[in-house]
């Protein structure tokens, strides 16, 4: 069973920086691909970012490209998002994924697995 967990939300300034950490475990396969999503309140869950088991391919939504960071730990089998310049409309609940690849979890907006949240609040 995958079990996806999910630390550093919190509230930040507009302007400020936050690191999201997501550690996976049962994993059904080695070479599954990593990211996150958030959702806004009212709005639909979107995916933010996503990176493969080698970290070679990334996606980006074009909403966060040269403000966010995805990048795997040593182990692979954790991925953390650098989260810079961040905008009031950056608020929402962050949700870890796991999935076959990166082109399943951007351009396809789905996920295999799913972690139970961290919220991150930008004050404008």
């Known amino acids: 069973q995958v079990h996806l967990v999910e630390s550093g939300g919190g509230l930040v300034q507009a302007g400020g920086s936050l690191r999201l950490s997501c550690a996976a475990s049962?994993?059904?396969?080695?070479?599954?691909?990593m990211g996150w999503f958030r959702q806004a309140p009212g709005k639909e869950r979107e995916s933010v970012a996503a990176?493969?088991?080698?970290?070679?391919?990334?996606y980006y939504a074009d909403s966060v490209k040269g403000r966010f960071t995805i990048s795997r730990g040593y182990a692979a089998n954790t991925v953390y998002l650098q989260l810079n310049t961040l905008k009031p409309e950056d608020t929402g609940v962050y949700y870890c994924?796991?999935?076959?690849?990166?082109?399943?979890?951007?351009?396809?907006?789905?996920?295999?697995?799913w972690g139970q949240g961290t919220q991150v609040t930008v004050a404008s």
């Open positions: 994924a796991a999935g076959r690849s990166v082109d399943t979890l951007g351009l396809g907006q789905t996920a295999d697995s």
């Open positions: 049962g994993l059904p396969s080695r070479s599954y691909a």
């Open positions: 990176i493969s088991w080698s970290g070679v391919t990334t």
